[in-house]
């Protein structure tokens, strides 16, 4: 009987030590927010400029994130048609840091630099971050439908929604 109970002891410690691992497996900085703009601009970084939150432009992007956005400005990066987003979304309770590439109203390139959360993390791989390229916005919906992944809705939902914000503020940029 004690080996059973030592067995059970063993197994269940070996669960636990798993589940740990796999759970903060799922957090980190894949990239940092410098390194994704040099590979983007191939190391010429162009000027920053930002959007400014006001009007009809909070408006929008408070309809597309579900909720009101907490800074006074977002920043990004321009070179001719293409712009580079680096853009924040809660996943289910922590930020996710996205890096969005857009080119001629589409996306060009999606990438998650950096996830806190301890599930879901499985939108960082290509596989999945496929979808959105080449994808456009019309009417602030994404003109393709993006596949979710079991057990990561709420941070397949943040990527969709930053996507479709760079989208937008891209189309707000190119009509300045």
């Not at 798993?18 to 990239?31: E, F, P």
């Not at 397949?156 to 989208?167: E, G, P, S």
């Amino acid at each position: 009987m004690s080996n059973v109970i030592s067995g059970f002891k063993v197994f269940l410690l070996c669960s636990v030590l798993l589940l740990t691992t796999t759970i903060s497996h799922a957090r980190g900085v894949y990239q940092t927010n410098d390194a994704f703009l040099a590979e983007v601009f191939n190391g010429t970084l162009p000027q920053s400029d930002v959007v400014w939150m006001k009007g009809d432009v909070r408006q929008t992007v408070t309809d597309i994130l579900g909720h009101p956005y907490a800074g006074l400005r977002i920043r990004y990066w321009r070179e001719g048609q293409r712009s580079a987003w680096i853009l924040e979304e809660i996943g289910k309770e922590e930020p996710i840091t996205f890096g969005v590439v857009i080119d001629g109203d589409r996306v060009e390139q999606v990438k998650v630099l950096a996830y806190r959360e301890s599930r879901g993390g499985e939108v960082k791989y290509p596989a999945f971050t496929q979808q959105f390229q080449n994808v456009g916005l019309v009417d602030n919906r994404l003109d393709k439908h993006i596949d979710g992944i079991t057990g990561a809705t709420l941070s397949v939902r943040a990527m969709t929604n930053v996507v479709r914000l760079a989208l937008y503020l891209d189309s707000f940029i190119s009509q300045s």
